[in-house]
């Protein structure tokens, strides 16, 4: 029997039901085989509330990275991480409830051609992909082929993008929109940058799809300002940060647990303020 | 019904190095895989150099720059004691007698004025040996602009004279500890750099790499190289037009500028990569730092490194519109050895007085070969683009020779 969640649409689905509960969407991020026993960090986001888990397929050359996520993604290749190891210890995961998405460059889905390529990550049981070099006007060679094969191709909007273009990512994205908050690379912050609640009014002026903010998103505080304006937020590099010194599941597991509360109290306001 | 995969239609037997087609494309190769970020700010590129290119004032103005300040036209050298030896008549075209000293400061003074037009103030480069860092630093400094110049910490170490030269130039200089800390991680860093200042600042790339406009505006900046040996060869040669058009090629900008010029007549056109960065010989399709070429990768679709004595042609792709011809079989592409390479050098400052730069030598070694084994003919007549000249080398060519 197929899993719901390898169904087409299934994560927008996941995300979707959950946004209309009222609650703040958290997907956080790890590099695929950054230590021998990467895959506890997946368990460890479940166990802490995440609606959904990014995985990152390192490339040698991260263009949109910042340091922390360039200098994960050269301990894990240079440990022997490989797109084919990463997806072969996703396969050998249990169903963990909530949706896998993968993210990596073009050429690493180029390499073995998009057709093997979303074929590999459905049996490895993901449901979603984002490639932060493929704009959506050169994204038609993936776009057919990951619907065909049940991957949903998340596009990436920016503060940069002009209206018009912005309906455009809205009406292709598959999964959700993943707004990118700022212009700059991955990597934290001191403070949401003031452009991700104008790019996040003008995403949903085009589409009702979910709306994760990433990129600099790195505190609870963060987090609840985020979750003001969008469905809900990616957080990477503030994960990376302390994988990279050194923390493992259950660390994260606590740093995670902040995020949620702080996304869950901004629902429990939000909506006593509804019924005010 | 909307068209699927719009690049892989038939591709029609383009190889006149004209516009590129819809959406950058060389044939299956080019466009603008950029990150959503850096789009718009592509986009901007192409209209202001779609209208700067059009427009006679700007072609003019960079005329006036490329002639009082980078000292064009260059000239065509009949490479005489070497020609006897080889048995083919050699002409170099010196590209290498430019100020600054390379074919660089073409493109660099083309983007320079683009970006003032822009209302740029500032322009973001790569560099690995140092010499399109220094190009992008004269040219700021000559336009009153600012340059901030990317490059790895391992070329930094090699090229200290250089990175001197760009900070006396006024440039701020600054090192990339990541990755192989070589020009592919400097451009890496530049483009992430850009992301966050396309509002004013201008990224001026170095080669015909990256994404759409840059493969085709800085080919059309480099043509001048082409066009101008068009006319020398019809002035100079019995026959109006060289058998054979020699460059180099690393990401392919002197070599595009030259074969600009050649593209519609007989001439055998023929890049010449390091055997280490051979891209366009050994590379397989990927997509790396905005654009669609070839790339040397692994099993596992990771960049690989390349290594060369000439740092210029240390990268691991090659321009799209290379991958193009490569592909048409209007252009073909070869490998030298370092070994090749520095014998080249030398061979040309005894015989010629020349020294030129090892990216250049390389061009030369294939010459070199190719005369001794018989597949230039007897007499048939070379152009070679002598990209640059050979003082950045001094230091490693002391430590070999």
């Known amino acids: ?88 210890d996703l396969s050998g995961l249990p169903d963990l409830g909530v949706p896998l998405v993968v993210s990596t460059y073009y050429n690493v889905v180029l390499h073995d051609g998009p057709d093997t390529f979303c074929d590999a990550l459905r049996r490895a049981g993901v449901g979603g992909l984002i490639v932060p070099d493929l704009p959506v006007h050169e994204a038609d060679e993936l776009t057919d082929v990951a619907a065909a094969t049940g991957i949903e191709l998340v596009l990436l909007a920016s503060p940069a993008t002009p209206q018009p273009r912005l309906a455009e990512i809205g009406g292709r994205s598959r999964g959700f929109v993943y707004a990118v908050s700022l212009m700059g690379t991955t990597g934290e912050r001191a403070a949401l940058a003031a452009s991700a609640a104008e790019l996040t009014e003008r995403i949903r002026r085009v589409t009702d799809r979910p709306v994760l903010l990433g990129f600099g998103i790195s505190t609870p505080d963060q987090a609840r300002e985020a979750r003001r304006h969008a469905d809900g937020v990616v957080v990477g590099a503030a994960v990376m940060r302390r994988v990279l010194d050194g923390a493992g599941p259950n660390d994260l597991r606590a740093f995670l647990a902040t995020l949620r509360q702080a996304l869950d109290h901004d629902d429990f306001r939000r909506r006593a303020l509804d019924q005010e | 019904m909307r068209d699927v995969m719009p690049w892989r239609e038939p591709v029609p037997l383009d190889a006149t190095m004209g516009e590129p087609r819809a959406r950058g494309r060389f044939g299956d190769y080019g466009g603008r895989y950029a990150p959503e970020s850096l789009v718009e700010a592509c986009r901007e590129v192409e209209e202001a150099f779609r209208g700067a290119w059009a427009d006679p004032g700007f072609r003019g103005a960079l005329a006036r720059l490329l002639a009082v300040h980078a000292g064009r036209p260059t000239p065509l050298t009949p490479a005489g004691r070497l020609s006897e030896a080889l048995g083919v008549r050699l002409y170099l075209k010196r590209e290498d007698l430019t100020h600054t000293g390379s074919h660089k400061i073409n493109n660099v003074l083309g983007q320079a004025l683009l970006a003032t037009r822009m209302g740029r103030r500032r322009l973001i480069a790569e560099t690995g040996a140092g010499q399109h860092g220094v190009a992008t630093a004269t040219a700021a400094a000559l336009l009153g602009l600012e340059a901030t110049v990317f490059m790895g910490e391992r070329d930094i170490e090699r090229q200290a004279l250089n990175v001197f030269r760009m900070r006396m130039l006024g440039a701020e200089v600054v090192p990339v500890t990541m990755g192989s800390r070589t020009l592919k991680d400097a451009t890496s860093e530049a483009m992430r750099h850009w992301v966050g200042a396309t509002g004013d600042s201008h990224y001026c790339v170095g080669s015909v790499v990256g994404p759409d406009p840059y493969p085709w505006m800085v080919r059309e900046f480099q043509r001048v190289i082409g066009d101008e040996a068009r006319g020398q060869c019809a002035a100079e040669l019995r026959t ?127 010459v070199i070969r190719a005369a001794g084994s018989g597949e230039l003919a007897a007499g048939s007549t070379v152009l070679m683009t002598l990209s640059g000249r050979g003082d950045k080398d001094v230091s490693t060519l002391k430590e070999l020779l």
Request: charged share 20%; net charge negative; aromatic share 6%.
């Open chain 2, 240 to 366: 109006g037009v060289p058998d054979h058009v020699v460059a180099c090629v690393g990401g392919g900008s002197n070599a595009a500028g030259t074969f600009a010029g050649f593209a519609d007549t007989p001439a055998r056109l023929v890049g010449v990569e390091a055997e280490g960065g051979a891209g366009a010989a050994r590379g397989r399709l990927g997509v790396l730092h905005g654009c669609r070429s070839l790339f040397l990768q692994d099993d596992d679709g990771q960049i690989a490194q390349a290594h060369s004595i000439a740092a210029g042609l240390d990268y691991p792709g090659v321009g799209p519109e290379h991958a193009h011809l490569r592909d048409l079989g209007r252009a073909r592409y070869v490998t030298v050895t370092d070994d090749e390479a520095v014998a080249a050098a030398l061979r040309l400052a005894r015989t010629e007085g020349i020294v030129p730069a090892l990216e250049s030598a390389h061009a030369l070694a294939w």
């Open chain 1, 1 to 88: 029997m197929t899993s719901p969640i390898l169904a087409a649409g299934a994560v927008e689905r996941h995300l979707r039901a959950r946004r209309d509960t009222g609650r703040g969407l958290l997907m956080p991020y790890v590099t695929g085989g950054i230590t021998p026993g990467w895959t506890d960090y997946l368990r460890a986001f479940a166990e802490a509330g995440a609606d959904a888990i990014e995985v990152g397929l390192p490339f040698s050359d991260p263009t949109l990275d910042g340091v922390t996520i360039q200098q994960a993604g050269d301990m894990a290749l240079a440990r022997g991480a490989s797109t084919r190891r990463i997806l072969a």
